[in-house]
């Protein structure tokens, strides 16, 4: 689908979304720009997302829409081409930040280099807006690990406790995935800004070229909150592993607790239960009784002893 914006009566913006090959070619002869099919937008080298020849911009920006309703993000490029009088740009997915831009972009009468900055700043403000989701929600981990009530959770609820960590897991490592594409979006983002500031210097209006300079800043200061989130992330990670290790630690040392405390028991058992025609305990009148106390006792001796070097509580 091509949708034409114009701004003063004239054409200063083409947005082609999910295009075919064939449209593609079709919009090339149109405008007379080479524009770059999905395949030639999704590589992955700085030299093929950014170039710059004959006035005119092609880039690439990888984007990964969040979806809402828990289906699975996946990562589309979003292309430009830009010169001094028409923006292109060639998506792949629906992007509702571009209902916001169309709206903004028809308030006042804006050049093609304005309209790329509209979009920048779009994409710069949605990348803020991700990395707030993903803070907020490792601010919830964070309390549900290391709150007060975890820990009685731990000593009563041991199925919940180990339930609650699983999916705890699986939030973190979604969290990371996520987490993940936004740092492809910011990375690209990083190299684009000051590269469209170096070539377009010679006729970019000064207007464009102090918001891309607020541009560089915002894109500067998203990268370093992004590793800060990404260290938290890791260290929820590392502590969630923790607790599980913590866990298991717990129900092999019970186990060998019980196991431990069952020796002496057997052995007394097993000493009692011989059937030997000499054994003077059978034929005391209180053998069974004193049987009975001394594999309670056998049992007792070595729980006081773990009891005693802090095995458990």
């Known amino acids: 689908m091509l949708t034409e914006h114009q701004s003063g009566g004239k054409l200063v913006w083409v947005d082609i979304y999910n295009p075919t090959d064939e449209e593609i070619g079709q919009a090339c002869t149109k405008y007379g720009l080479d524009i770059p099919p999905r395949d030639q937008l999704e590589e992955i080298e700085f030299s093929s997302r950014l170039q710059y020849e004959d006035e005119v911009f092609t880039i690439s920006v990888p984007l990964t829409p969040h979806s809402k309703n828990g289906d699975e993000d996946l990562t589309s490029p979003l292309g430009f081409v830009l010169t001094k009088d028409l923006l292109v740009t060639i998506r792949f997915a629906r992007l509702h930040t571009f209902e916001a831009i169309t709206t903004r972009v028809n308030r006042r009468p804006r050049s093609a280099p304005d309209i790329f900055l509209v979009i920048l700043e779009a994409m710069i403000d949605y990348g803020a ?23 009685d959770l731990q000593k009563n609820k041991v199925a919940r406790v180990n339930r609650m960590l699983r999916e705890t897991l699986i939030e973190i490592g979604d969290m990371g995935e996520r987490l993940s594409h936004i740092r492809d979006t910011l990375l690209v983002l990083q190299r684009a800004v000051p590269f469209i500031t170096e070539h377009g210097d010679g006729w970019l209006d000064p207007a464009v070229k102090a918001r891309l300079k607020t541009a560089v800043s915002d894109v500067q200061s998203l990268n370093e909150y992004e590793a800060h989130l990404t260290d938290k992330i ?18 092999f040392k019970i186990m060998t607790i019980w196991s431990i405390v ?13 059937n030997f025609k000499f054994m003077p305990e059978l ?31």
């Open 129 to 151: 807006d991700r990395l707030e989701e993903l803070r907020a929600e490792a601010m919830k981990i964070s309390q549900r690990i290391f709150h007060k009530d975890m820990q």
């Open 234 to 251: 890791q260290f929820l990670l590392d502590a969630d592993l923790g607790f599980i290790s913590t866990e298991q630690n717990d129900l």
């Open 262 to 274: 069952g020796i002496p028991p057997v052995i007394v058992a097993g000493i009692y239960g011989m």
């Open 283 to 313: 034929v005391l009148p209180y053998g069974y009784p004193l049987a009975l106390i001394l594999i309670a006792v056998s049992a007792l001796i070595p729980l006081l002893w773990f009891k005693r070097k802090g095995w458990w509580e």
